[in-house]
């Protein structure tokens, strides 16, 4: 059974803090992407990678930063998280090429104080 | 500005009935995914359609894809609660890289 898992389906940072949140594919996709969903915001990409330390901004990519040292693995780094940055944040992966399904992992609801 | 633009935004009705909702663009798409998803999940892909025209069917869902590829349609008939979720229309262009574009969305509820 394919599978995107993400380090934690919940998170409760201060702000200021650094975050890291985590995300590992098991197909041996070339793409991964970090979203963020909002209500009445829909889906927001933030960043996306097209290969190990490849990476590109998305619509909305202020605050944060990624890493792609393998390939099975995304992260996504808030390095000063702010209040603005409570979200839901998704990853998801999919092989190269358009209209590929994009495989999502659960999800990690992050609130920050 | 939003480049997919669904409605509604929101339905709520009753199990049997049949429902349709949209999802609409001034760009065209060389090809369009509708993914539902469901509380504390990620979204799932239900259909990819790529011609224009196209219609493909999943059970008792129906999706269509506009003849100049600007826009689709999800219908479902004799809705059941498990059709409760949320579903998001996505679309990829040419030379846009491998990124697709999300619609906001339509939050469908049905009542047992």
């Known amino acids: 059974d394919v599978k995107v898992t993400q380090s934690s389906r919940y998170l409760v940072k201060r702000t200021g803090e650094k975050v890291f949140l985590e995300c590992v594919q098991d197909?041996?996709?070339?793409?991964m992407f970090w979203y963020r969903q909002d209500p009445g915001l829909g889906l927001r990409l933030i960043y996306f990678?097209?290969?190990?330390?490849?990476?590109e901004k998305g619509d909305i990519p202020e605050g944060y930063s990624v890493s792609r040292e393998k390939k099975e693995r995304f992260s996504l780094i808030l390095e000063s998280a702010s209040t603005n940055q409570t979200s839901m944040y998704l990853c998801?992966?999919?092989?190269?090429?358009?209209?590929?399904?994009?495989?999502f992992g659960p999800g990690t609801r992050l609130t920050v104080l | 500005t939003q480049l997919l633009e669904q409605s509604p935004q929101f339905l709520s009705i009753q199990e049997g009935e049949n429902l349709t909702v949209y999802c609409n663009s001034s760009s065209v798409f060389s090809s369009l995914q509708w993914y539902r998803q469901e509380p504390g999940e990620g979204p799932v892909l239900l259909v990819t359609v790529v011609t224009g025209g196209e219609v493909k069917k999943l059970k008792r869902l129906t999706f269509q894809f506009g003849d100049a590829r600007k826009d689709s349609s999800l219908h479902i008939t004799a809705a059941q609660p498990g059709d409760t979720g949320l579903y998001l229309c996505?679309?990829?262009?040419?030379?846009?890289?491998?990124?697709?574009?999300f619609g906001k969305g339509t939050r469908l509820h049905i009542l047992p």
């Open positions: 990678s097209y290969d190990v330390k490849m990476k």
């Open positions: 996505a679309g990829a262009q040419r030379n846009r890289d491998d990124k697709i574009i």
């Open positions: 998801a992966s999919s092989e190269a090429g358009q209209g590929y399904e994009q495989f």
């Open positions: 197909m041996d996709h070339e793409n």
